[in-house]
């Protein structure tokens, strides 16, 4: 079954102190893996994309690691900021069809606190 | 400004009346998509439309129908609405759909069915 399981559910840190978000999936044919943050009562915003050959992607404070041989991908936040709080979601596109499709992992959500 | 647009953002409606979800985007995109997140929170595609021609449609009750009069709009209308479709419908769009484009989502709709 093509799953995406994300660990911690949430998560609690004070600004400034490093955070890492952990992504399981067991989606095939994998094509690539997406990182995306989601602020309460708006649309995911992608944050990383990572093919195949990639394993590792910045974007800012933001670092994705991706192993495609253990399936596990890493988004890793660095000195957070108050806005960092949202929910972090792990999407992996399996290519059928021709097309690409994304499954949604269920989101990690973190609260940075002053 | 660029982006994704859908309306309403809030629908309350009754059980057994039809509604209709507006989406349109400025991107000159190519696929557009509706997604249902449920409050497990996790995102489900729903359909995809490829320059206004169908190519991914999920198992979804026949009640819903999505348009696209052209590869801007994408519509969803519910038939005979269920307490089961309260969620909030996410539309999005991406350059194209057959290689790793990033997506641009919509602000989402909060459908609460009485």
């Known amino acids: 079954k093509n799953q995406v399981e994300q660990s911690p559910q949430s998560l609690i840190i004070l600004e400034g102190k490093n955070c890492t978000l952990q992504?399981?999936?067991?989606?095939?044919?994998?094509?690539?893996l997406r990182w995306y943050k989601q602020d309460t009562g708006r649309g995911p915003v992608s944050l990383t994309i990572m093919t195949f050959s990639e394993n590792t992607k910045s974007n800012g404070r933001y670092t994705a690691t991706l192993d495609a041989d253990t399936k596990q991908s890493s988004l890793h936040i660095t000195a957070s900021q108050l806005s960092d709080s949202a929910s972090y979601i792990c999407v992996v596109s399996q290519f059928s069809g021709g097309y690409n499709k994304l499954i949604f992992g269920a989101g990690t959500r973190l609260a940075v606190h002053p | 400004d660029t982006a994704v647009s859908q309306t309403p953002k809030y629908l309350v409606t009754q059980m057994g009346n039809d509604k209709s979800i507006k989406c349109e985007q400025n991107?000159?995109?190519?696929?557009m998509y509706w997604y249902k997140q449920d409050s497990k929170k996790f995102l489900k595609i729903m359909f995809s439309y490829n320059n206004k021609e169908l190519i991914i449609n999920e198992t979804v009750p026949n009640r819903f129908s999505p348009k696209s009069p052209d590869k801007a709009h994408l519509n969803l209308h519910i038939n005979s609405l269920e307490l089961g479709d309260s969620a909030v419908y996410f539309c999005?769009?991406?350059?194209?759909?057959?290689?790793?484009?990033?997506?641009?989502f919509g602000s989402g709709t909060r459908l609460t069915v009485v």
């Open positions: 992504c399981n999936y067991t989606v095939s044919p994998f094509s690539n």
């Open positions: 999005a769009s991406s350059q194209g759909a057959g290689v790793p484009y990033g997506y641009t």
């Open positions: 991107l000159g995109h190519d696929t």
